[in-house]
């Protein structure tokens, strides 16, 4: 029995590297690097791998990041974190938030920051000239809440949609330290439901999808409790939904 426990624990173990678990909101930070856009502006990039399009750009301020193995699949959009470089000559304490809006790595690093972001890990201006000089850091992150003030959850109807055959959509204001790993619309007369694919990045999309007013459901995990909640936003998407269309859940989530 002692060999077969023994066995048992190692095999759990491995099922953990082979599968790991998404990385809830903690107080404890992880060491890393983190480079920068350095054919960006300011503010992130429009074309983003989780298909936030302009939004991505803007969104947080412009304090938003590409990440590598944090990507994942596209699960880790719309993801918060505290990034913070690590050498005390140049580095605040508070470092930055950052979004997750898009899918890179560059010279062993878990993030590529918009250079807003970048510079905004330095104590001064002086500083973040040479943090930007520097190109690549090693910092230390951790994830945290996503925090939207005034905003509710916001659903994107994807121009690759057709009316009425394809509805594909982005998720925006993702509130909260948990992800979205499955999303329901349901027709809200008789309550037939189809369950969406994750197409690409933060893209939620079904064939044929239900007709009339759609209901919508979003299964969040993860966060400090670990736990899986169903959400139902307050507001429909309206039956003649448009590609290009963009409607309020009229919801926010705890954070």
């Known amino acids: 029995m002692a060999l077969l426990s023994q066995f048992l624990v190692l095999l759990a173990f491995c099922m953990l590297l082979v599968y790991p678990t998404a990385r809830a909101a903690t107080s404890t930070y992880i060491q890393s690097r983190a480079a920068y856009y350095p054919n960006s502006d300011k503010a992130g990039t429009d074309v983003g791998a989780c298909e936030y399009g302009t939004f991505g750009a803007t969104i947080n301020g412009g ?42 790595s560059s010279d062993r690093t878990d993030f590529i920051l918009s250079r807003r972001a970048f510079a905004k890990m330095a104590q001064t201006n002086d500083s973040a000239t040479s943090l930007l000089a520097f190109g690549a850091v090693d910092i230390e992150y951790r994830r945290v809440s996503c ?14 949609s057709t009316y009425p055959s394809y509805l594909a959509f982005v998720i925006w204001y993702q509130q909260g330290d948990k992800d979205v790993i499955a999303v329901q619309l349901c027709e809200t007369q008789n309550q037939v439901c189809k369950l969406l694919d994750r197409s690409h990045g933060a893209v ?43 409607y309020d859940s009229g919801t926010q989530l705890d954070v």
């Not at 193995?69 to 000559?89: F, H, M, P």
């Not at 925090?147 to 121009?159: A, Q, R």
């Not at 007709?211 to 307050?234: F, I």
Request: net charge negative; hydrophobic share 30%; proline share 6%.
């Open 147 to 160: 925090s939207y003030p005034g905003k509710n959850i916001m659903f994107k109807i994807h121009e690759s």
């Open 63 to 104: 304090d938003v990041s590409a990440a590598s193995d944090l990507y994942r699949d596209g699960v880790g959009c719309g993801a918060c974190y505290q990034v913070r470089c690590t050498n005390s000559k140049y580095c605040s304490d508070k470092g930055v938030t950052v979004v997750v809006t898009d899918h890179g």
């Open 204 to 246: 939620w999309a079904t064939v044929s999808p239900p007709r009339g007013p759609l209901s919508m459901r979003m299964l969040l995990s993860g966060g400090e409790d670990g736990d899986e909640t169903w959400v139902a936003p307050s507001n429909d998407i309206p039956a003649n939904w448009n590609a290009g269309d963009i």
